[in-house]
């Protein structure tokens, strides 16, 4: 099978699990990647702070281009699932980013309306022409059926008066899926309602989720197709390091290590 085949056969996969219920542990690394797939994951959604923290940087496009591509390209790598990766605002030129992302066999983006440097948001039609820009370039790549999962930043921060957000959003959702968006990605917004309102409209919700939010199961009786949860495993993950490290420094001793997945496992990931 070719590149562009197995490529092709990926975007077809993560569009099929996307019509269902896709639940997606974001990985930053290929070993997180390798990881999560080994748990049973069906399709890995990089995330942008796990990336930009796993190299020394910032989130919000922190990282550069390069750095986020030559992460994705581990990723693809390391794992056999289809991979969708976050390139947050699409870095200076989306079309050229979308590119890139299809050559190092990525299938699926999240591309987002805020604009990093100071907050606020693209408008509805600039973003639409942004999601244009994407599909156009994505088709040119040999990738028409690359996974575009839309991202509103309307209510992660805090967009304009309370009470016009949901329908801030719904307009958006009309303008990204006219655009050829495959989804709508929320952040920031876990009510049940509003999201169920959001879920009757033309593209595929996708929520971000974490501890003290309505569960997998409640967030699918809603009517959400996609459910991650950010940069939740990372945090978790260099909790989980910091934990064992101050045990170790402080008390000299190593219950934090206890549990943890054996060696042979662990390298068993990667050595094929």
Excluded: C
Aim: hydrophobic share 50%; proline share 3%; no cysteine.
């Amino acid at each position: 099978m070719t590149v562009e085949a197995k490529s092709t056969e990926k975007a077809l996969r993560l569009r099929e699990l996307g019509e269902t219920l896709l639940v997606l542990p974001n990985a930053w690394d290929a070993g997180s990647a390798a990881v999560i797939e080994s748990a049973g994951a069906a399709a890995i959604a990089t995330t942008s702070g796990g990336v930009a923290w796993s190299i020394g940087r910032g989130d919000g496009q922190h990282a550069t281009k390069a750095e986020m591509l030559a992460a994705a390209a581990r990723i693809v790598a390391a794992v056999d699932v289809p991979v969708t990766v976050d390139i947050e605002g699409g870095y200076e030129d989306v079309a050229a980013t979308v590119r890139e992302v299809v050559a190092v066999g990525a299938v699926g983006i999240n591309l987002e309306d805020s604009k990093a440097a100071d907050g606020t948001l693209h408008t509805a039609a600039e973003q639409a022409e942004r999601i244009r820009a994407a599909r156009a370039a994505a088709t040119a790549a040999g990738l028409p059926e690359l996974v575009i999962n839309a991202r509103t930043d309307v209510f992660l921060f805090g967009i304009g008066e309370e009470s016009g957000r949901l329908a801030d959003v719904l307009a958006r959702v009309e303008a990204y899926a006219a655009a050829g968006a495959d989804g709508i990605f929320v952040p920031g917004l876990l009510d049940l309602d509003a999201l169920g309102e959001i879920a009757r409209g033309p593209l595929p919700v996708n929520a971000m989720a974490g501890p003290g939010g309505p569960s997998v199961a409640e967030l699918a009786k809603a009517g959400v197709r996609r459910v991650s949860v950010g940069t939740g495993v990372a945090q978790a993950a260099y909790t989980a390091a910091r934990a064992a490290a101050v045990e170790v420094l402080e008390q000299g001793t190593y219950g934090a290590l206890e549990g943890a997945v054996d060696y042979g496992t662990l390298n068993g990931l990667f050595v094929k």
